[in-house]
Structures are given as structure tokens and as C-alpha cells.
């Protein structure tokens, strides 16, 4: 069964670096999101992706993420400078008319 | 008004019984509808998508009022597996793509 998958697993990094997320969502799928779930919370829309570009961003996704689908198969989320309240899992998404989600990484900023 | 609202929980139910979750949701423009269910510290699984006929997999039956703008889903005969989050998601497409809402989720614990 095809799925989406994340790589890291899980990222532990100092506050002020810059962190790469990394998703292969699945192949045929044209609409690639991500999200973040800090823990105890709901699942929060961060980025829509279509035909390589941005589609819609949420108030959370400010001038410090960016996404990138450097070649065919990969989709990037990047955060520069990373802040302590970054801490988070990171889940990837790509869909057709329904939405499957990567694993997640789960990003801590120490 | 959040956009889609869930009663959070947590439920507990012995097993065998049977459990019912609602969600409503704000935006009448919402196209497409769907109950995930989250283990802790995993990531959302697809449980089902949510047609305004009604629709049924197993145990599992999901029903969406347009009207009403109201979703639910009904598990029967809970097994101590169906212990998770349930979480009511809503679709719109803006600017020419999908957008996934999540509800804030709904525990339920099945004791043994």
C-alpha cells in the first residue's frame, strides 16, 4: 500500500538553528500539505502545495517556514531559526481527494 | 466559533458497548467530510470518509446532516483496540486546493 513518508523520525536542535523537514508523499498524488500537532493540541494546518507552488498558508506559517519540492519526489518544509515554541510534531500529507498522513518528526528546540 | 468543534472527552466504555461521537462544523462551503483516528503519538489514520447517505464500514457507521452541518460516528461492539482519538476533519477547497480542518479530537478509552 502506497504511503507517505518523513524522514527524520524525530530532530533534536538548539534554538536559532535552521532544521529541514523531509516527505515523499505518495506518487500520484498532486496536493501536498503540512501540519503540526504540539503536544496535547489539535492538528493545525500550516501549507498547502500544488503544482509548485504555495497554494494557501496559515497565520503560523510566517516568514520563518518555507517549503520546497526540489525534485520530483521530495517536499521540504524548512524552519529557520527555530524557536523553543516550534517544539512540535510535524506531520507531511499529500492527497487525491482524501488526505494520508507521514508518520511525523517530531521537532525539539532545546 | 471554532470551525470544527468536538465534544473532547475522554469516553469510557466497557467493551462491547457501543459509543457515539458528534461534530459540527462551521463553514457551509465544506465539501468533503471524514473521521481519522490517532493513537498517541502517532500520526492521523484515514477511519473513514462521511457521505450525506450515510455509509458503514463494519462496526463503524459515519453520517453527515448537511443541514444541520453536523457529523457523527457510531462504533458497535467497542474492542479494547477502538481505544484512541477520534478526530471529525473537514475539507474546503480555497484558492484552488484542499484544505484539512481538524476538530480538536474526542478520546475513548474501551475497558476491559
Known amino acids: 500500500e502506497p504511503e507517505v513518508t518523513q524522514t527524520p523520525s524525530h530532530q533534536v536542535t538548539q534554538m536559532g538553528q535552521e532544521v529541514i523537514l523531509r516527505c515523499v508523499p505518495i506518487?500520484?498524488?498532486?496536493?501536498f500539505y503540512w501540519y503540526r500537532q504540539i503536544l496535547g493540541q489539535k492538528v493545525e494546518f500550516l501549507v498547502s502545495?500544488?503544482?509548485?507552488?504555495?497554494?494557501?498558508k496559515s497565520e503560523i506559517f510566517d516568514d520563518q517556514f518555507s517549503v520546497e519540492r526540489p525534485d520530483g519526489s521530495n517536499f521540504t518544509l524548512k524552519i529557520r531559526s527555530t524557536k523553543l515554541e516550534d517544539s512540535a510534531m510535524y506531520f507531511c500529507?499529500?492527497?487525491?481527494?482524501?488526505?494520508?498522513f507521514g508518520q511525523g518528526t517530531r521537532l525539539t528546540v532545546v | 466559533r471554532k470551525e470544527v468543534e468536538q465534544d473532547p472527552g475522554p469516553f469510557n466504555v466497557p467493551e462491547g458497548a457501543t459509543v457515539a461521537f458528534n461534530c459540527t462544523y462551521s463553514?457551509?462551503?465544506?465539501?468533503?467530510f471524514f473521521w481519522y483516528r490517532q493513537d498517541c503519538r502517532k500520526e492521523p489514520k484515514l477511519l473513514m470518509s462521511?457521505?450525506?447517505s450515510g455509509n458503514e464500514d463494519g462496526r463503524f457507521t459515519a453520517q453527515l446532516n448537511r443541514a444541520s452541518q453536523y457529523i457523527s460516528l457510531l462504533i458497535r461492539d467497542s474492542k479494547l483496540s477502538d481505544s484512541a482519538t477520534y478526530l471529525c476533519?473537514?475539507?474546503?477547497?480555497?484558492?484552488?486546493?484542499?484544505?484539512?480542518?481538524f476538530g480538536t479530537g474526542t478520546r475513548l478509552k474501551v475497558l476491559a
Open positions: 462521511v457521505y450525506s
Open positions: 500529507a499529500s492527497s487525491a481527494q482524501e488526505a494520508f
Open positions: 502545495f500544488y503544482n509548485n507552488e504555495i497554494s494557501e
Open positions: 476533519v473537514v475539507n474546503k477547497k480555497t484558492s484552488g486546493t484542499y484544505k484539512y480542518i
Open positions: 463553514n457551509s462551503a465544506s465539501q468533503s
Open positions: 506518487s500520484n498524488h498532486l496536493y
